[in-house]
């Protein structure tokens, strides 16, 4: 687990939440919601990965209207793949390709 790397994802996705949260209920909601963790991850508290199921915030981006904050979805995107355990093979062959 790339401590470094999480931590830089943590913090984008809380200055992009930050930015929003008091202009959008759904913002606020998902940095209330995250918070517990994103402060875990900052302190340097998660040295293991997370399950997939245990990140809150998924439903929000697929049944309310945070799919439609590109940059909230990305940044939410990356910190999970990294509290998860980090780009897969897969991911990183996909990735890759597309030259990212």
């Given at each position: ?40 991850v ?5 040295d ?9 915030g ?43």
């Amino acid at each position: 687990m790339d401590q470094i790397l999480l931590k830089r994802k943590a913090e984008a996705l809380l200055v992009a939440l930050t930015q929003r949260a008091s202009s959008d209920s759904g913002v606020h909601a998902l940095l209330v919601a995250l918070s517990p963790l994103l402060d875990s991850v900052l302190k340097g508290d998660v040295d293991s990965p997370v399950e997939w199921r245990d990140v809150p915030g998924e439903r929000q981006f697929i049944d309310g209207s945070l799919g439609e904050l590109g940059d909230i979805e990305k940044a939410y995107a990356q910190f999970k793949i990294e509290v998860t355990g980090g780009a897969s093979p897969a991911l990183k062959m996909i990735r890759q390709s597309r030259g990212e």
